[in-house]
Nanobody
């Protein structure tokens, strides 16, 4: 099993980033997937999930700004992040839900 995140970087407040997570080694199309984030000194928190059928759910603070999606043909899950805030600076991880499989994370820094 492998989950590889990409797309992080430095962005100004109010800017956008699109994260990708390429999955392999398991039945991606029938797996629920999620994005989490962890800032230094804080617990890892769930940001968004998408079921195998495409049903999405979001943490309250990102509703209307973040969009999780998936491309089963490419075994990839995405997180489109708009109107980013400095407090959303964190390492962002993807996860196969209900499993111990995590990616290595990608750093997102929101700063002017």
């Amino acid at each position: 099993v492998q989950l590889v995140e990409s797309g992080g970087g430095l962005v100004q407040p109010g800017g956008s980033l699109r994260l990708s997570c390429a999955a392999s080694g398991f039945a991606f199309s029938t797996s629920a997937m999620g994005w989490y984030r962890q800032a230094p000194g804080t617990p890892r928190e769930l940001v968004a999930t998408v079921t195998s059928g495409g049903i999405t759910n979001y943490e309250d603070s990102v509703k209307g700004r973040f969009t999780i999606s998936r491309d089963n043909a490419k075994n990839t899950v995405f997180l489109q992040m708009n109107s980013l805030k400095p407090e959303e600076t964190a390492v962002y991880y993807c996860r196969r839900m209900a499993s111990t499989y995590w990616g290595q994370g990608t750093q997102v820094t929101v700063s002017s």
